[in-house]
């Protein structure tokens, strides 16, 4: 903390957006690990769409994977991208990945082919990235833009592909419900200028 009572130095931030990131994703394999080891006891929660008794699995699904592929295929951009919009604030992050995780886990239980099982920290990581791309431009921020313009230029192309209807094997549903998300958690969340006295 730095010296004014309740404020966060820029380097506390930094701290605890890398500690809680580098936690979560932690979380994430050792869930997997576990799945493995009860012989994929955990892939029962997944969302299986409009079943009424599914609409429980929708937070969980959001931090189980189908096996340590997909749990290394989600890593990096969740740290990342993860990483950068805890940066605004844990308490606005917290808000973020639940309307993002929530929303998203609804479109899917909603969209996805019957019979399907969905689960995965992807529906998260197309909202974090919808988020970062249209928080700096919501908020007028140069350096949100700048943030907008770099996580476009690494994942722009793979975001495109992953919202493809032709997708085989991903639920492009979710990855486009997620982006959704993500925007407009950017319009719910964003920062408004302080009032000029």
């Known amino acids: 903390m730095s010296g004014v009572r309740g404020e966060w130095s820029r380097g506390d931030r930094v701290r605890a957006a890398a ?18 080891a009860t012989g994929h006891a955990l892939d029962d929660f ?21 096996g340590f592929d997909h749990v290394a295929a989600n890593s ?42 969905t689960a995965g920290a992807s529906g998260l990581v197309f909202g974090l990235f919808g988020y970062l791309l249209a928080t700096g431009f919501v908020e007028r921020r140069p ?13 722009g192309g793979s975001i495109l592909a992953g919202i493809a209807p032709t997708q085989t094997g991903v639920s492009w549903q979710g990855h486009l419900v997620g982006l959704i998300s993500g925007i407009a958690a950017a319009f719910l969340f964003r920062r408004r200028p302080a009032p000029v006295a």
């Open 76 to 117: 990096v951009p969740l740290l990342v991208l993860g990483f950068l919009a805890a940066l605004g604030g844990l308490r606005r992050f917290a808000a973020v990945c639940a309307l993002i995780i929530v929303a998203d886990g609804l479109g899917v239980w909603l969209l996805s082919p019957a019979h399907s099982n």
């Open 19 to 36: 500690q809680l990131m580098v936690g979560w994703v932690a979380l994430l394999w050792l869930l997997e690990a576990v799945d493995v």
């Open 143 to 155: 350096h949100g833009i700048l943030v907008a313009v770099l996580i476009a230029a690494v994942w």
């Open 46 to 66: 997944g969302i299986v769409p409009r079943d009424p008794a599914e609409l429980t699995d929708i937070v969980p699904a959001a931090f189980l994977h189908f």
